[in-house]
């Protein structure tokens, strides 16, 4: 069996985000995590390797710096890290983001599909359908539970207030939801095993069936109208009461006025 976790570089939105003059993220400058959603896609495929085996092939598309995520999938126990990265690729949004990376999976050989539900800096869970869309394979999405039956897999999908169970034939796609389960922790030993793998690095002439048009910034229907860090408040009010009752007759007060009391 083989299976393909498709991962993410994301800021760490604790540290702050920076912005490119033309409202793209200036992902070069700030401190980077794994997607939480695919850390967890990562973790069920690891899983499923432990159980049934599997060779599990960890994917990104990114800075050459995202080599450092596909390291850390390797050192949690995935088999392969391939990254692919090129200058015209930059810029894409959703639709272009699934056209590249479906032009990548071309190349391999695939029974699972993996990916996060979505992505931290951008929200919009659309790239896991639309790359199963672009391979014409089926998608089963906000994976609660994942198990293999022979030739297929059985899902438990979360749905409001309620779960489905659906079945589907390899190869499919599913994307993870991070309550799925918590992932394993990097070990030392494979820390040090993951340092002496290749990474497979690919560019804009390695993907297949992929039109220029439909690539990077250029191929990006969705434009950034503005963008903008988050409002940061202001000193506020700075009183000094000389003794508790004044304290609280300030808090009251104030209360009152907002009509909160």
Known sequence: MKIVVCI?????????????????????????IMNPDDKA??????????????????????????????????????D???????????????????????GALHNLDYDIIITGRQAIDGDTAQVGPQIAEHLGIPVISYAQEIKVDGDYVIVKRQFDDRYHMLKAKMPVAITAL?????????????????YKKD?????????????DSNIGLNGSPTKIAKASDKVRKGAGEKVAPDTPQEAADYIFAKLADKHII
């Open 8 to 32: 993410k570089q994301v800021p760490d939105t604790k540290g702050g985000v920076q912005f490119n003059p033309d409202g793209t993220l200036n992902r070069a400058a700030m401190l980077t």
């Open 41 to 78: 896609g990562l973790e069920a495929a690891l899983r499923i390797k432990d159980e049934c085996g599997a060779e599990v092939t960890a994917l990104t598309m990114g800075l050459p710096k995202a080599e450092e995520v596909l390291r850390e999938a390797m050192a949690m126990g995935a």
């Open 178 to 194: 991070s309550e799925l389960n918590k992932p394993r922790y990097m070990t030392p030993g494979g820390i040090f095993d993951s």
């Open 199 to 211: 990474i497979t690095v690919w560019g804009r002439a390695d993907l297949k069936d992929v039109d």
């Open 80 to 102: 392969n890290g391939i990254l692919v990265t090129d200058r015209v690729l930059g810029g894409a949004d959703t639709w272009a983001t699934s056209t590249t990376i479906a």
